[in-house]
């Protein structure tokens, strides 16, 4: 065999941290993902930063229902090549790779190929779709049998392969992929003997942030999809067990808080937070002048005195993105921390001063109330006038602490480090899904109002730090 492998590994139905945590070990070590369209993009973000990420739906450019063959074919291929190099292959499916993901395939070719392959399984839609809508698919005395089954040959050229007669005697009947042939199914189980007021729930993208959910019968659900425009990804539930989610879709009733800053699990919140990232930071394109300013610390023992790039006495980091890629640059430059040797560190607040903790820094201020205000504060009861700060920071970053530290006396040297832009693409959103919006910075305010607008009145605003309250207050007051 290859000593190159492949892991098949189901990457949840579609909230990004539904995935195992085995599969996300697995992730974390791959030299190649190759994921379906249907994958959450944050679940990439867990791969390693060097991994080739591959979307298998996007090799062939025909539409799904003719191109599927051509295209699994090159997902096989495209498996085996990359093994046969010697890497570690993840196959990255939606939900479970052996329920309706065409692993059969997959497994073929690969055990044709003497490829060695590892299965991880996931969580299929079947069951996220009950358990986020409250609908127990088996219940004493209602259900004791379950058929999953697929939609997709529901048309008359494959009419023969689904035994709707065997399946209308089932309990409960969990269909995929049969929003478009919905009508057909419908009269086939009604056909074969299943009652017209037999109940109907119809999942649709479920365990997002959009998931929606319809209710009826075999008589009157078509009428409602088309009312409400339902399309797929979309599971369908038949059966007496619906009716249980009048009393168990905690869903539906949990507080749903939408998080808009970059690291939602910093923020432990009752309810559930969905999270969308208002911001983006990137690294900048030239990094002359901060490596400038790297150079004269490690080098300030050649200086003179009347050199404009003295030492610092202090640097204060005002966020953990900027104690990053300081060291990114310090470490690329072939420095380390004895470059900052003398100098003191002042840290904004805890998540600044533990990414220092990173770099082996411990730093010498973290001021009690965790903000620019807090930070000028404390700093004004120890450093003299004039004294050095180099202050590191993103190219939008609020001018409020240099104004600050500035009024106290000291030399303030601000060096951009990182770059915090809008992310391309931001979701479509139904704002009045949220009962709470988090705002963790005024670039997430802004961003937010320009690509969404103002939210409805009834939904709870909440703002990190006085800086980021003070950004949203003014946007209240420009539209009052």
Same mark, same amino acid.
């Given at each position: 065999?290859?000593? !190159?492998?492949?892991?098949?590994?189901?990457?949840?139905?579609?909230?990004?941290?539904?995935? %195992?945590?085995?599969?996300?070990?697995?992730?974390? #070590?791959?030299?190649?993902?190759?994921?379906?369209?249907?994958?959450?993009?944050? &679940?990439?973000?867990?791969?390693?930063?060097?991994?080739?990420?591959?979307?298998?739906?996007?090799?062939?450019?025909?539409?799904?229902?003719?191109?599927?063959?051509?295209? #699994?074919?090159?997902?096989?291929?495209?498996?085996?090549?990359?093994?046969?190099?010697?890497?570690?292959?993840?196959?990255?499916?939606?939900?479970?790779?052996? +329920?309706?993901?065409?692993?059969?395939?997959?497994?073929?070719?690969?055990?044709?190929?003497?490829?060695?392959?590892?299965?991880?399984?996931?969580?299929?839609?079947?069951?996220?779709?009950?358990?986020? /809508?409250?609908?127990?698919?088996?219940?004493?005395?209602?259900?004791?049998?379950?058929?999953?089954? @697929?939609?997709?040959?529901?048309?008359?050229?494959?009419?023969?392969?689904?035994?709707?007669?065997?399946?209308?005697?089932?309990?409960?009947?969990?269909?995929?992929?049969?929003?478009?042939?919905?009508?057909?199914?419908?009269?086939?189980?009604?056909?074969?003997?299943?009652?017209?007021?037999?109940?109907?729930?119809?999942?649709?993208?479920?365990?997002?942030?959009? #998931?929606?959910?319809?209710? !009826?019968?075999?008589? $009157?659900?078509?009428?409602?999809?088309?009312?409400?425009?339902?399309?797929?990804?979309?599971?369908? +539930?038949?059966?007496?067990?619906?009716?249980?989610?009048?009393?168990? $879709?905690?869903?539906?009733?949990?507080?749903? %808080?939408?998080? @808009?800053?970059?690291?939602?699990? =910093?923020?432990?919140?009752?309810?559930?937070?969905?999270?969308?990232?208002?911001?983006?930071?990137? #690294?900048?394109?030239?990094? @002359?002048?901060?490596?400038? *300013?790297?150079?004269?610390?490690?080098? =300030?023992?050649?200086?003179?005195?009347?050199?404009?790039?003295?030492?610092?006495?202090?640097?204060?980091?005002? /966020?953990?993105?900027?104690?990053?890629?300081?060291?990114?640059?310090?470490?690329?430059? =072939?420095?380390?921390?004895?470059?900052?040797?003398?100098?003191?560190?002042?840290?904004?607040?805890?998540?600044?001063?533990?990414?220092?903790?990173?770099?082996?820094?411990?730093?010498?201020?973290?001021?009690?109330?965790?903000?620019?205000?807090?930070? +000028?504060?404390?700093?004004?009861?120890?450093?003299?006038?004039? @004294?050095? &700060?180099?202050?590191?920071?993103?190219?939008?970053?609020?001018?409020?602490?240099?104004?600050?530290?500035? =009024?106290? !006396?000291?030399?303030?040297?601000?060096?951009?480090?990182?770059?915090?832009?809008?992310?391309?693409?931001?979701?479509?959103?139904?704002?009045?899904?949220?009962?709470?919006?988090?705002?963790?910075?005024?670039?997430?305010?802004?961003?937010?109002?320009?690509?969404?607008?103002?939210?409805?009145?009834? +939904?709870?605003?909440?703002?990190?730090?006085?800086?980021?309250?003070?950004? *949203?207050?003014?946007?209240?007051?420009?539209?009052?």
């Amino acid at each position: 065999m290859s000593s !190159g492998k492949v892991y098949l590994v189901g990457a949840g139905p579609g909230a990004p941290d539904l995935i %195992t945590l085995k599969g996300l070990k697995i992730l974390h #070590q791959a030299d190649v993902v190759i994921y379906d369209h249907l994958v959450d993009r944050k &679940i990439l973000e867990y791969a390693k930063p060097d991994a080739e990420l591959i979307c298998g739906d996007e090799l062939f450019e025909e539409k799904y229902i003719n191109g599927f063959t051509k295209r #699994q074919n090159l997902i096989n291929n495209l498996m085996i090549k990359k093994a046969k190099q010697n890497k570690m292959v993840v196959r990255l499916k939606n939900g479970d790779p052996m +329920i309706f993901a065409r692993a059969n395939e997959e497994l073929e070719a690969l055990t044709k190929n003497k490829i060695e392959f590892v299965i991880i399984p996931g969580v299929t839609a079947a069951t996220a779709a009950a358990c986020y /809508s409250g609908i127990p698919l088996t219940v004493r005395g209602v259900s004791s049998s379950i058929v999953i089954t @697929t939609g997709h040959e529901a048309s008359e050229k494959n009419n023969g392969f689904v035994d709707w007669n065997r399946i209308s005697q089932i309990d409960t009947i969990v269909l995929y992929m049969a929003v478009e042939n919905l009508t057909e199914i419908i009269n086939e189980l009604i056909n074969s003997g299943k009652k017209e007021d037999t109940p109907v729930a119809i999942v649709s993208n479920t365990t997002k942030l959009n #998931q929606n959910i319809i209710f !009826g019968t075999l008589k $009157n659900i078509r009428d409602r999809v088309k009312l409400e425009k339902i399309s797929a990804p979309a599971i369908v +539930i038949i059966g007496e067990v619906v009716k249980k989610e009048k009393k168990f $879709n905690w869903f539906k009733k949990t507080k749903k %808080t939408l998080f @808009t800053g970059i690291s939602s699990e =910093r923020y432990f919140e009752n309810g559930l937070i969905f999270h969308v990232p208002m911001i983006e930071i990137k #690294q900048l394109d030239d990094y @002359t002048e901060l490596d400038n *300013w790297i150079k004269n610390l490690s080098n =300030r023992h050649k200086l003179s005195a009347i050199n404009y790039k003295l030492p610092f006495d202090w640097i204060v980091f005002s /966020s953990r993105f900027g104690v990053f890629y300081f060291f990114k640059r310090l470490f690329e430059l =072939r420095e380390d921390t004895r470059s900052l040797k003398g100098i003191k560190i002042a840290a904004i607040g805890s998540s600044t001063a533990n990414k220092l903790k990173e770099y082996g820094i411990i730093a010498d201020l973290i001021p009690k109330k965790e903000c620019s205000d807090g930070l +000028i504060n404390e700093l004004k009861k120890i450093i003299e006038p004039s @004294t050095k &700060i180099l202050l590191p920071r993103s190219d939008i970053a609020d001018k409020g602490l240099a104004d600050g530290l500035k =009024r106290l !006396g000291a030399k303030i040297y601000p060096v951009v480090v990182y770059r915090n832009v809008m992310p391309k693409n931001l979701p479509e959103l139904d704002l009045n899904f949220f009962d709470e919006i988090i705002f963790s910075s005024p670039s997430t305010v802004r961003n937010f109002i320009k690509r969404y607008g103002k939210p409805p009145e009834r +939904i709870k605003i909440r703002t990190i730090g006085p800086v980021t309250e003070k950004e *949203w207050n003014k946007y209240e007051s420009i539209k009052k």
